[in-house]
Each structure stands twice: as C-alpha cells, then as structure tokens.
C-alpha cells in the first residue's frame, strides 16, 4: 500500500474514482508478495503491481467492471498454459487476487500511512466490510475483528484467515523501514537513493557541516547535524531499523556501534578494511562487549558484489541489508573495494 500512496493522493485530489486490487493468498513462486497491491482509476490510470506483469491487464479490466457498479471480486490466476494465450503466472504459481472500491476507510488508512501511522485493516472478503485499528486501541469499522487484528501488532504482518462466516484479509503496516547513514561521505549519496527506492525512510548523521548540506543530500528524509551520540537512542532503534556506518573515523565509528549495539537495530553495517574492522572490535571488546554482540556487527560491509564506484558499493550494500531483511546470511566486500581512498 505505501507503493501508491503518491499515487492514490494525486487521484483523490483530483476527484477520481479508485479500484484496489490486493493480493490476499498465494501458493508456490509467486512474483509478488501478500498485501501487494494495484490501484486502477475509471479514467485509466494505474499504479502498483500484484504479479510484476503476468496478470495486470486482465486485473485492470476486473477493476474496471468493479468501478462501473459490479460487485468485489475475488480472482485466481495460476500459471500460464504453453501456448501464451491464457492470462496466467509464468513463475508457476498460483495467486489470489481482491478487486474493490476504494471506500471512506481506505481514505482513513491512506491519511495514516501519509504521517507514518502503524496501522492495521481487516478487509471481508465478501465484500461486507472493512475495520481500521491502531495500537492505542482506536477502531473504526466491523468491530467483531478487532481481537484477530490487533493480536498482530506491532507487525508488519499480513494474512489470510478462514472463519465460518466469509474468509478475512488481515494486514498490519508497521513504520516505514528506516535507514540510518551516519557519514555524510560520497558513497552515502547514491546508497541515500538506492535506499528511497527500495522504500526506506533514510536518514543521514553527520557532525561535518561542509559534508551534511542539503546540496549533497537534497532528497534524505532527515539530515542531522550533530554527532552520533547526541542524537542516537539505543531504545528508539528497534528492528525496523538498519544502521550504516560510513565515516571511517572512529570519532564517528566507535559512539554509533555502542549505541547500535545496545539497541534492537535489524541490521548493522561498517564500513572499512579486515584492518579497521578490527581496531573497532578490539577497542569495544576493551570496553565488555561480548563476542556474541560484536558478531552482529556486518564488516566489511555489503555483499561481494565486484563493483568499485561509489554505486556499486552501495548497491552491495543495499543487497546485503536485503539479505538480512528475508533471513539471508549475506556476506562481505573485499578489503581493498571496501576501504576509502
């Protein structure tokens, strides 16, 4: 859903009429994953995806039939026959497919979504009715599936559930996934960008006012300039949270693995040769780090990739926290493509 939150804005703004197309079940390969979700205009307008390609045409002429009075629907699309003609998967798998108006309460999600709410929907997939809830224990909407939903907090989560009275689509949109850049060094400009394409929220840390300008740094969600310490909270980082570190100065290096360290942080990066890894290790070991904490810490940074520009560091490192993210173990640059000039 935050795929097309612009794009959702930008129609209601302009008085269209909004189809939604989500994905709800899926079995075996399938290109994309629950909760995906395409949105359709009657005007002709289209955004998201639910298969990456295979099945949009045929979902955006359900949709159409949808807006133009027809009932919900609910759709299955398998894999494609060998001659090409069948609307199908061709990964071989099979997914399922709900096509409904947008409605008054998707408007009330959308509005969370845009300040960054976590939030939940129940969706009937009979077409009787939706319930918003968040964690402070408001509700709006079908009630009867508020103990369902919010026993999935904090999330992010999203599941299909079977009940005697109609099957129920349970989706929870955590914070968005936030990435914080402490180094505001060349190599931190296109990983600002990788980064805001794969949708995390970036934020980029440095005390350096000549390096953290928003010339260098024009699209980051925050630029803070200040040192780690004074700004970085252990408890606010939980597992939402990937931590890059860039600055290859242990002024900036040694107070932001402490913090990173102590905190609940999904992901902890480090940039710097088998050298610089470490002289940092050795010097939090001196301070009671145990091994087992020390272990957490990903360096050299990114997946071995063999790229050497600036891009291709940080799409090795992007990969690697992708990685992280599914349960991968990920992997590490070498020494010499790893360190600065």
């Known amino acids: 859903m935050r795929e097309i939150v612009g794009d959702l804005t930008r129609w209601l703004a302009a008085g269209e009429r909004i189809a939604l197309a989500t994905v709800v079940w899926a079995e075996g390969p399938s290109p994309r994953p629950l909760g995906s979700r395409m949105a359709v205009t009657a005007s ?16 955006f002429e359900e949709a159409q039939s949808v807006l133009a009075g027809g009932p919900p629907k609910r759709l299955r699309y398998g894999v494609v026959d060998e ?3 069948e609307v199908g998967l061709a990964c071989g798998g099979t997914i399922e497919v709900y096509i409904e108006p947008l409605v008054e309460i998707h408007r009330r999600l959308l509005a969370a979504l845009e300040v960054e709410e976590t939030v939940a929907l129940a969706t009937r997939l009979d077409g009787n009715g939706h319930l918003l809830a968040w964690p402070d224990g408001r509700l709006e909407g079908d009630r009867s599936l508020a103990s369902e939903l919010t026993a ?6 999203t599941e299909l559930r079977h009940y005697p009275k109609g099957d129920v689509f349970l ?22 960008t990788l980064a805001q394409t794969l949708g995390f929220r970036v934020q980029v840390v440095d005390a350096r006012r000549a390096f953290a300008t928003r010339e260098r740094f024009p699209t980051a969600d925050e630029l803070i300039v200040a040192w780690p310490q004074d700004v970085l ?6 597992p939402q ?13 040694l ?11 999904a992901y902890i990066g480090l940039l710097g040769s088998r050298t610089t890894q470490a002289k940092r290790k050795a010097a939090l070991r001196e301070e009671g780090f145990s091994e087992a904490e020390l272990a957490r810490i990903h360096g050299p940074v990114g997946l071995d990739l063999g790229g050497r520009e600036p891009a291709e560091v940080a799409l090795a490192i992007l990969a690697e926290i992708v ?16 360190a600065p000039p």
């Open 233 to 238: 909270k252990a408890e606010e980082l939980g």
């Open 323 to 338: 990685a992280v993210r599914h349960g991968r173990r990920g992997g590490m640059l070498s020494t010499q493509r790893n």
């Open 171 to 192: 989706e929870v949109f955590a914070q968005p996934l936030t990435l914080t850049i402490v180094g505001a060094v060349h190599l931190a400009q296109p990983l600002v």
């Open 241 to 253: 949270h990937y931590v890059v570190i860039l600055s290859h100065d242990p002024k900036f290096d």
């Open 44 to 59: 002709g307008k289209m955004g998201g995806s639910v298969s990456g390609g295979c099945v949009e045409g045929a979902v």
């Open 83 to 85: 001659t090409g003609w």
């Open 152 to 157: 999935l907090f904090p999330g992010p989560a």
């Open 255 to 265: 107070p932001t693995l402490r913090i990173a360290l102590r905190s609940r942080a």
